[in-house]
């Protein structure tokens, strides 16, 4: 049996991937296309990249499972949004055939109400 040190590690990763994938088929059914999942570089990560008509769209995800720790999307710092646009630059950059496309960065705080999920999608989240 692991111990609860293992199981308190990956309990949240594990939240944390059904999260995404939930708010990737929420983006998903409001006609966003999948391009890629979790992508991880040196300087950072990116939940979701998307592709929204003529835009590439790079997703951040955030996940409160109470409004104890307040909105989601308030925990998104400045640095935190200055790591996605390096992320975003190192994705584009093995991706040539995306770097003609407009981008913008959208934001999803997800959180759970009286046993209901709400999403919260912001377009635009913050300047490029």
Not at 33 to 58: K, Q, S
Not at 67 to 91: K, M, V, W
Request: hydrophobic residues 35%.
């Amino acid at each position: 049996m692991k111990s609860n040190s293992v199981l308190k590690r990956t309990l949240p990763s594990i939240i944390g991937a059904k999260v995404e994938r939930n708010t990737e088929t929420f983006l998903n059914k409001r006609g966003l296309r999948t391009i890629c999942r979790n992508y991880e570089c040196r300087t950072g990560e990116i939940d979701l990249v998307m592709n929204d008509g003529e835009y590439v769209v790079f997703v951040e995800v955030r996940y409160r499972g109470s409004d104890a720790y307040g909105d989601p999307i308030e925990s998104i710092s400045a640095r935190n949004q200055e790591r996605l646009i390096r992320a975003a630059t190192h994705f584009l950059a093995t991706e040539p055939h995306l770097q003609s496309m407009p981008c913008r960065f959208d934001a999803v705080g997800v959180s759970k109400a009286n046993g209901h999920t709400k999403y919260d999608w912001i377009k635009n989240a913050f300047p490029i």
